[in-house]
């Protein structure tokens, strides 16, 4: 069948093998309001089923990066998909918004059914961890686009909150402290400047290192949705990239600052790695990448104590690591 299209580079056969290998990974995604299943023209969700009064949606979409590029190199695509959807669900938390459905977007040279196979059933492990449907997708075969073997990925969703607990920073006030919960690694931001210290010290195929630095990014849906529910949250920051000094100042309001207590929590292992073998300025460090902290909410101090317990309770370590001060938006690291 469609010889033509093939002999261009495109094979439809292994297209068709695709959606019959990922069927399993995309039901096994299914939560209350989703309808129909893979096939549609257009993923559906029942937002009736949910009993929000005012509904706002809110919606984000990202990719990996350059962090694909270890996945190329380990020739390992189980867990890429899981930061693809990280990305994009701890983004739209941050507004308070509880992720409903996810859509991936896979282009790639020459299609490979099991390869991406795989990649879908990471893209499922991270919806199932973010409790979020996913309704659809597109996988692209695009012939000279990209090298053999590379592919790239995208991801979308969309989430709701009710309008009355929308957050947006707006009710941030000094005093106000900032709980840090732990990231599994380097996330899914800086890697092109991690592949430039892994170039420059001789470790660009060193698969040991490699390993480490794919470990995939934290998902925290369903633990902050819990803290939400039962603190009054003032706003969330999700650390990505731009590091502290571009993400805190993004739910503060003119004349606020923040002061973060270093020491407060653990830098991980692979910071103080890439800083030493990269040669990077310690205060820099923090402008780049998330230095073991993947999310911040900041609520009354009163409130700490509640919000880290839950978190805790759900298996994440969690911590005060600093507060909210008077300033110009700055980031202060003590």
């Given amino acids: 069948m469609a010889q033509s299209y093939e002999q261009a580079g495109v094979n439809l056969e292994a297209g068709y093998e695709v959606v019959a290998r990922i069927k399993q990974h995309v039901n096994s995604t299914k939560r209350p309001g989703s309808m129909g299943g893979i096939g549609s023209f257009g993923g559906m969700f029942d937002l009736?089923?949910?009993?929000?009064?005012?509904?706002?949606?809110?919606?984000?979409?990202?990719?990996?990066?350059?962090?694909?590029?270890?996945?190329?190199?380990?020739?390992?695509?189980?867990?890429?998909?899981?930061?693809?959807?990280?990305?994009?669900?701890?983004?739209?938390?941050?507004?308070?918004?509880?992720?409903?459905?996810?859509?991936?977007?896979?282009?790639?040279?020459?299609?490979?059914?099991?390869?991406?196979?795989?990649?879908?059933?990471?893209?499922?492990?991270?919806?199932?961890?973010?409790?979020?449907?996913?309704?659809?997708?597109?996988?692209?075969?695009?012939?000279?686009?990209?090298?053999?073997?590379?592919?790239?990925?995208?991801?979308?969703?969309?989430?709701?909150?009710?309008?009355?607990?929308?957050?947006?920073?707006?009710?941030?006030?000094?005093?106000?402290?900032?709980?840090?919960?732990?990231?599994?690694?380097?996330?899914?931001?800086?890697f092109s400047l991690v592949r430039k210290i892994l170039a420059d010290n001789g470790l660009a195929d060193?698969?040991?290192?490699?390993?480490?630095?794919?470990?995939?990014?934290?998902?925290?849906?369903?633990?902050v949705l819990d803290v939400i529910r039962q603190c009054d949250v003032h706003a969330i920051c999700h650390i990505t990239g731009g590091g502290f000094d571009e993400n805190i100042p993004r739910v503060l309001k003119d004349g606020q600052g923040v002061e973060i207590h270093e020491g407060t929590w653990e830098i991980l292992p692979v910071f103080r790695f890439l800083e030493e073998k990269g040669g990077i300025p310690h205060r820099e460090m923090f402008n780049i990448f998330n230095m073991g902290i993947g999310m911040i909410v900041v609520l009354p101090k009163a409130e700490a104590d509640k919000a880290i317990a839950i978190l805790r309770s759900h298996g994440e370590t969690a911590t005060v690591i600093g507060s909210v001060t008077s300033g110009n938006k700055t980031v202060t690291i003590k």
Wanted: proline share 3%; with cysteine.
């Fill in 48 to 190: 009736s089923s949910l009993g929000v009064k005012e509904p706002v949606l809110v919606s984000g979409t990202d990719g990996v990066g350059t962090k694909l590029k270890l996945a190329f190199a380990l020739d390992r695509h189980d867990t890429i998909g899981i930061d693809a959807v990280a990305m994009c669900v701890n983004d739209v938390l941050a507004q308070g918004a509880e992720p409903l459905i996810f859509l991936d977007y896979v282009a790639i040279g020459h299609n490979i059914p099991a390869k991406v196979e795989a990649i879908v059933k990471g893209v499922a492990e991270g919806c199932r961890q973010a409790g979020c449907a996913l309704v659809g997708g597109e996988t692209a075969e695009m012939p000279g686009m990209y090298a053999d073997g590379e592919y790239d990925i995208a991801g979308y969703t969309t989430g709701v909150v009710e309008k009355s607990r929308l957050i947006d920073g707006s009710k941030v006030t000094e005093g106000d402290v900032l709980v840090g919960i732990a990231s599994s690694g380097v996330h899914s931001n800086g």
């Fill in 206 to 223: 060193d698969k040991e290192t490699l390993e480490w630095l794919l470990t995939p990014t934290r998902i925290y849906v369903r633990q």
